[in-house]
C-alpha cells in the first residue's frame, strides 16, 4: 500500500502472529520496518509479512546503508532493496544520517564529519541510492555523542546535505532532544531551522537519562515530558505530519504503547485543530 498518515508503530516479530489473527489495532495507521531483518525470513513468516502489507500501509526504516561511510555503497543490497519495497508496495524508504560500515557493517551508528567535504560525499551518495531506488531517500536526523573534525554545526549539516542531495527528511524528535542536552543547544531553535518541505515523517521514542548532562538514544522506555512538549512544537512549527512509535526492546503490554500512540493522535487533532482556528 501506498502513502501513509496518522499515527504508526514499528512492527516487531513479537507483535506478527497477533496483527495477523486478531488484526492490527485500532489507532495504528501504519507500520514500519527494518528491511533487512524481512528481506530473507522463514516462509511462514514471509507471508504473515505479505499478509500484513497487503492490507496496511507501511514504511522501510533502515540499518546498513551506511550512507555517510568511506566505503563503497553497497549496490547489490540497494537493488535487492529495491525488490523488497517494489514487492511489497512500500513507498517510503528512510534511513540514517550516519555511517554504520568500514570493511563490515557495525549495526551501529557513528556521526559523519560535519564537513563540505562529507556533505558533498553523502549528497553523491545519496543521489546513486535514489536513482536505484526510484523513491526519495528519507534520511534521519541521528543522536549522537562526539563530533570529529566537525567545521559547521549540526543543523547547517543536515539542510546542506538535504539541499545538495535532494532528499527527504525523517525528523526525529527525540534525537534533537537528546543532542539538544547531550550537546548543549535550543531544541526549539534547532527544530523552528530544519526544512518544512522535506518532512516525510517523524519519529517519536523514549531515552535513557544517564546523568542530568548526557542522555543515551535507547527506544527502550516510554516517552517524556519534554519529548511531547517538543512534538507539540513540531506541528506548531511544521505542521502535522505522520509520526511513529519506536520501541525496540523493554516491550510493554500492547495496550501501553496504545496509550503513547493515542497521545500522539491527540496532539495531532490539537495541532491540526489550533491551526484551523488560526
Not at 541510492?129 to 555523542?145: A, C, D, F, G
Not at 542530568?212 to 519529548?227: C, E, F, K, Q, S
Amino acid at each position: 500500500m501506498g502513502s501513509v498518515s496518522g499515527v504508526g508503530l514499528g512492527l516487531r516479530r513479537e507483535m506478527v502472529n497477533d496483527f495477523c489473527t486478531e488484526g492490527v489495532p485500532d489507532g495504528i495507521d501504519f507500520l514500519e520496518v527494518a528491511p533487512e531483518n524481512w528481506m530473507r525470513v522463514n516462509p511462514r513468516l514471509a507471508r504473515q509479512f505479505r499478509e500484513l502489507t497487503e492490507r496496511h500501509p507501511f514504511v522501510c526504516h533502515g540499518l546498513s546503508l551506511s550512507i555517510g561511510a568511506p566505503a563503497p555503497l553497497d549496490l547489490d543490497f540497494v537493488r535487492q532493496l529495491k525488490a523488497f519495497l517494489d514487492t511489497h508496495q512500500i513507498e517510503v524508504y528512510s534511513e540514517h544520517l550516519s555511517y554504520c560500515s568500514g570493511n563490515a557493517h557495525l549495526y551501529d551508528l557513528m556521526p559523519i564529519p560535519f564537513t563540505e567535504e562529507a556533505v558533498a560525499h553523502v549528497a553523491e551518495r545519496v543521489r546513486v541510492v535514489q536513482s536505484i531506488l526510484e523513491r526519495p531517500l528519507v534520511l534521519e536526523n541521528v543522536s549522537y555523542y562526539a563530533a570529529p573534525g566537525a567545521r559547521m554545526d549540526e543543523l547547517t549539516f543536515i539542510n546542506a546535505v538535504l539541499q545538495q542531495a535532494d532528499c527527504e527528511l525523517l525528523l526525529d524528535v527525540n534525537n534533537i532532544y537528546v543532542n539538544s542536552v547531550n550537546h548543549r543547544y535550543d531544541a526549539r531553535t534547532f527544530l523552528a531551522g530544519l526544512p518544512t518541505d522535506r518532512i516525510r515523517y517523524l519519529h517519536l521514542a523514549g531515552h535513557y537519562q544517564e546523568a542530568p548532562d548526557l542522555i543515551v538514544d535507547t527506544h527502550g522506555a516510554a516517552v517524556v515530558d519534554p519529548v511531547w512538549q517538543l512534538l507539540e512544537e513540531a506541528y506548531a512549527i511544521h505542521g502535522v505530519h505522520p509520526t511513529l512509535l519506536e520501541r525496540d526492546f523493554n516491550l510493554p503490554p500492547m495496550a501501553e504503547l496504545m496509550t503513547e500512540l493515542e497521545g500522539i493522535a491527540a496532539h495531532q487533532l490539537a495541532a491540526a485543530e489550533r491551526r484551523a482556528s488560526a
